[in-house]
């Protein structure tokens, strides 16, 4: 078969999806992983954010990173020197050992663990070392259950926060109604002091005491004190208010105490895995909340002695749930809604934005269980996950609210936005992805989750209304890699045929997220060595092309097998539109983050050809021999900035007005070795020699502001040289 023949089997695949002839072999995802990946084989040997500890206590914090927690105990008992640095091995094996143990399914509380790893690793350390590792154990400033990132964390994680934000809110309100109760009864109590009841014998006998109980005639005492004493001291509308108050804030089942709780009330429950339920439990417990409110408005006018009857009377008797201010409810614990994945389906989502666009006080998980859904019969393309994964960006359109999207392996990360998100004032929406079903990837959950962050499939951001009145201030793209291009791009080093090492520069994509589904298998086929060609083309270069040119070329992903051996893994239509879709919504959030917004760049586009035209004008004047025409002064403020850029004249040689460089990556994507990144990452022509004219033109075309100049082409045999010099002339 000659190369034409053998490149037409990749064309065919990737148009229609399916394998002819014996060219290309099915995709074993079992066996097959994105080479990026392939460093990340034994996660245990990694030190990272998880596994976490769940703090126990009241803390400030309700989380801390294993890694962390051993940096702390090693700064606190390993000496400087050869004997502190044994030590910090032992402990680097401990942590180690803790890792295996969760991965093998162990559970526990830190202290326990720790213990059952530090009797794996007895046998290799000695007895002074181990004892030091063991009092360290016990002298762990935290602790609580040591949790892994797996498919289960991200409800655990976040009701652990919650319950965490409630317990604070629950000493705060506390805290005022124990005040609260304080004043009434002493109003009261002195009330009874002074009243006719107050003066009577065994009234006088409690108030001594039975210390002295047999000094005293208190019936005597009782026909003294008792002389022109009234009856009841409190007037008896203000007795009843008081009573009232006093009954309400002790019986109150929001934060109950058990020396304040009356007997046979029970506490309410605020955590639910259903949006329905919870707006059930909050209708009916409305009235409950508007009547402890109303209590403590009235405690704090009468123990202050402002209530006036003839004011606050109207007012408190038609006192109702419209009278409710955000204040108010924001006394009283939030609702925590974890929505398991299985349950993402329309009546769900449907309660979901009804519990948000009204603004209640709720904090609602949504666990998005699948990113890659094929599309239903007849459509033709990937539903990438319409339901799940955009339903954080169809909620901020509600506004009003906090926002967090995340993958479970950034959620420590961001766990300080978490709990900023849990103690707001209004509703909050968490969406999480915990990775791909176990049943179908080999990869743990936690590299499975980052992957999807690291693919834009399911980017991190957060919104947050109430940090201010504009985007800037709103919005945050919060942890996600190389957040101005458009794929996180690493170093990948490996050995040619000639085991020579090569470095190449590689875009993690949408489709290689996919490529660790075995699901989706099918999309892929593996090129044997022997037939790759100068037409398979990256996915992020070949997605970089002009539509028009990709007909001539294949996209291809790089891959290892089980043995690090490299393949190329070329890719059907079907995916690219898909990976092309993905692309296109991270641009969204981009814009949203500030990064390449379209308005701002069309204002530097009219503005920069206004300044040239000006500038052209006074090079004519000067050529003709008259006065330079005045210019105004920002232009002359502008001007010695971008002199410098377009002083370079048109020439035979390509070249590029690095000043400029907006730092997108385009022209890297498309040929990293022709094009690199000085100090400040602004592109300049680093090789022009290692690609070509082809490249050149396509990049001066990517670029979107236009500063790449090809120049003259260096081979006069390449082909396609008239198309490629009509194409170059507008950047000439």
Request: proline share 5%; aromatic share 8%; hydrophobic share 45%.
């Amino acid at each position: 078969m000659d190369m034409a023949a053998k490149f037409q089997d990749q064309v065919v695949f990737h148009m229609t999806g399916k394998r002819a002839g014996d060219g290309l072999d099915a995709v074993d995802t079992a066996d097959l992983r994105p080479a990026l990946l392939a460093r990340y084989r034994d996660l245990a040997r990694l030190r990272y954010d998880y596994p976490v500890v769940l703090a126990e206590g009241d803390g400030d914090e309700f989380a801390v990173s294993l890694t962390a927690l051993v940096n702390r105990v090693l700064a606190e008992v390993a000496p400087r020197g050869i004997e502190g640095e044994r030590m910090r091995r032992h402990a680097l094996r401990l942590e180690r050992e803790l890792r295996v143990l969760l991965a093998d399914g162990a559970t526990g509380r830190l202290s326990e663990l720790w213990k059952t790893a530090l009797a794996r690793i007895a046998a290799g350390a000695d007895d002074t070392v181990n004892e030091v590792l063991a009092r360290a154990g016990q002298s762990l400033k935290v602790d609580g259950a040591l949790v892994d990132c797996d498919a289960v964390l991200p409800a655990r994680f976040l009701a652990h926060a919650w319950r965490h934000a409630q317990r604070r809110k629950a000493r705060q309100f506390r805290t005022l109604v124990d005040q609260l109760l304080r004043k009434l009864t002493d109003i009261r109590r002195a009330a009874f002091v002074n009243s006719e009841a107050g003066r009577q014998p065994e009234a006088l006998r409690a108030a001594v005491g039975a210390g002295h109980a047999d000094v005293f005639d208190f019936a005597a005492m009782s026909r003294l004190v008792a002389r022109r004493a009234p009856k009841d001291e409190l007037p008896a509308a203000r007795r009843a208010r008081i009573e009232w108050s006093l009954a309400v804030l002790r019986a109150q089942p929001f934060y109950p105490a058990p020396d304040l709780a009356v007997a046979g009330t029970p506490p309410f429950a605020f955590e639910f895995d259903s949006c329905a339920a919870a707006i059930d439990a909050y209708r009916a417990r409305l009235s409950k909340i508007v009547e402890v409110v109303k209590a403590l408005a009235i405690a704090e006018l009468e123990a202050s002695g402002a209530y006036v009857e003839a004011d606050h009377d109207p007012f408190f008797e038609r006192y109702d749930e419209n009278a409710l201010t955000a204040d108010d409810l924001a006394l009283f614990p939030d609702y925590l809604v974890c929505i398991p994945p299985d349950r993402n389906d329309a009546p769900e989502n449907a309660a979901l934005m009804e519990m948000l666009s009204a603004g209640l006080p709720v904090k609602v998980l949504v666990q998005v269980g699948d990113l890659i859904e094929e599309a239903s019969i007849g459509t033709g393309r990937f539903a990438f996950g319409v339901r799940s994964a955009r339903l954080a960006t169809t909620a901020m359109g509600l506004g009003g609210m906090f926002v967090l999207q995340s993958p479970s392996s950034n959620l420590y990360a961001l766990r300080e936005r978490l709990q900023r998100g849990l103690t707001c004032r209004g509703p909050a929406l968490f969406a999480v992805f915990a990775g791909v079903p176990a049943s179908a990837s080999t990869l743990p959950a936690y590299l499975s989750a980052a992957a999807a962050m690291e693919a834009r499939a399911f980017p991190a951001f957060t919104y947050d209304a109430a940090a201010g009145s504009n985007w800037a201030a709103r919005f945050s793209l919060e942890n996600n890699r190389d957040r101005d291009a458009d794929w996180t791009v690493e170093s990948f080093e490996f050995a040619d045929d000639a085991l020579q090492r090569v470095n190449e520069r590689v875009a993690f994509t949408y489709a290689d997220f996919v490529l660790c589904d075995r699901r989706h298998a099918a999309h892929f086929a593996v090129v044997p060595r022997d037939r790759w060609n100068g037409a398979m083309l990256p996915v992020s270069n070949w997605l970089a092309q002009p539509e028009a040119e990709t007909a001539e070329r294949v996209p291809y992903l790089w891959a290892v097998d089980a043995d690090d051996r490299l393949h190329r893994v070329i890719v059907d239509a079907r995916l690219m539109q898909a990976t092309r879709r993905a692309m296109l919504l991270w641009h969204r959030l981009q814009e949203h983050g500030g990064i390449h917004n379209s308005h701002a760049e069309q204002l530097l586009t009219r503005e920069r050809a206004a300044w040239e035209a000006q500038k052209r004008q006074e090079v004519d004047s000067l050529q003709q021999g008259g006065a330079a025409p005045a210019q105004p002064a920002a232009a002359t403020t502008a001007a010695p900035a971008i002199a410098a850029v377009v002083e370079k004249p048109p020439s035979d040689e390509a070249w590029i007005e690095t000043a400029r460089c907006p730092s997108c990556g385009e022209c890297r994507n498309i040929n990293d070795r022709m094009f690199g990144y000085n100090d400040n990452k602004q592109a300049f022509i680093q090789d022009i020699d290692a690609g070509t004219y082809r490249q050149l033109v396509e990049a001066a075309e990517a670029c979107q502001v236009a500063i790449i100049h090809p120049g003259k082409p260096r081979n006069p045999n390449e082909p396609g040289l008239a198309e490629l010099l009509e194409r170059a002339k507008p950047f000439l």
